[in-house]
């Protein structure tokens, strides 16, 4: 009998091999994220908590971006308060990164991973769909020089 991970890894592959995924791997993750064009929101909050270099460095990194449509489904007035207090976004924000490469098929493997603001993300797969909290993974294994994007329709917010 096979795994459910056994299962989800071709899913996985499949969902790398389309356009949004095959990123320049010569690109380092904020430069992956901007090249992509749908992380304005999410480029632009990087840089006003000060973590361009830090996710320039060499990593590896996986970070689960928001798109700019999940950055638009937060209340304005939640996003206001995060953009006037810069430790709550930086803290908001590292919650999206994880200070290790895990591809689709390492996802689909674990329960958790411990994020850089150092609480955990839980992972949970339902069908064909792999779940980061409640947000769904929509496009799997964005590859960047330092490690690794997976593009998620919610915004992450530590509890």
């Known amino acids: 009998m096979r795994t459910i991970a056994a299962l989800l890894v ?3 592959f499949a969902v790398a091999a389309s356009p949004a995924a095959a990123a320049r ?3 380092d ?3 992956t994220a901007t090249a992509a064009g749908n992380f304005t929101t999410l480029t632009k909050l ?10 320039r460095q060499p990593g590896p990194y996986t970070v689960f971006a928001p798109t700019d449509a999940a950055f638009a489904k937060v209340p304005k007035g939640k996003l206001d308060a995060l953009l006037k207090n810069r430790k709550r976004l930086r803290s ?3 919650y999206h990164v994880v200070g290790q490469k895990l591809t689709a098929a390492d996802v689909v493997k674990r329960k958790s991973a411990k994020t850089l603001n150092g609480k ?3 992972f949970r797969v339902r069908g064909a769909n792999v779940y980061v909290n409640g947000a769904r993974v929509t ?3 964005v590859g960047a020089s330092n490690g690794v994007i997976h593009v998620i329709n919610r915004v992450l917010l530590p509890g």
Do not use: N
């Open 10 to 12: 071709p899913l996985a």
């Open 25 to 27: 791997q010569d690109a």
């Open 29 to 31: 993750i904020v430069d």
């Open 46 to 55: 990087l840089k006003r908590a000060g973590l361009v270099s830090a996710l």
């Open 92 to 94: 908001v924000l590292l």
């Open 120 to 122: 955990r993300v839980r």
């Open 139 to 141: 496009t799997a294994d």
